[in-house]
């Protein structure tokens, strides 16, 4: 394994731990901040980090970051799902936005189902879903795009 070559050992770790926020999410409707915090910081300085090796990927990061920061700011999504999207795109950038483009698909279809645009729905729960999945794509099949 080369040295750019994600470890399928991380990318399970951060799966079950994806999973655990995302049952606890679906139970309570709540994430532990004990859980949340260190994923956010974590991700943080992992993206950081990344600043010496890959400048693009780590502004791109850093945009879309900064951009879930605010909506999570503005009251647009959860505290919970702010923290654990920065934390994902930090450390798994493509599992990230596979994430957001779930959640953004998942919220769409609630708002269209409900008729609120309001409605509430389980975001960390489906995020887990869409990086478990994604993570396991990369496991599995390295392809050589990621």
Not at 81 to 104: E, H
Not at 125 to 143: D, E, N, Q, R, W
């Amino acid at each position: 394994m080369s040295s750019g070559e994600p470890n399928p050992f991380v990318h399970v770790a951060i799966m079950i731990l994806m999973l655990v926020m995302g049952i606890q999410d679906l139970r309570t409707r709540r994430v532990s901040n004990w859980l949340t915090i260190p994923f956010f910081f974590v991700g943080l300085i992992i993206n950081l980090l990344r600043a010496f090796d890959n400048v693009l990927l780590f502004q791109f990061v850093l945009l879309c970051q900064a951009m879930v920061f605010l909506a999570g700011y503005h009251g647009w999504m959860g505290g919970a799902d702010m923290k654990v999207f920065v934390g994902l795109l930090g450390m798994v950038p493509a599992a990230g936005m596979a994430s957001l483009i779930a959640s953004g698909v998942w919220g769409t279809l609630v708002w269209v189902w409900t008729g609120n645009r309001n409605a509430t729905f389980p975001a960390v729960l489906v995020s887990a879903f869409a990086a478990v999945f994604f993570m396991l794509t990369m496991i599995i099949f390295k392809p050589s795009f990621l």
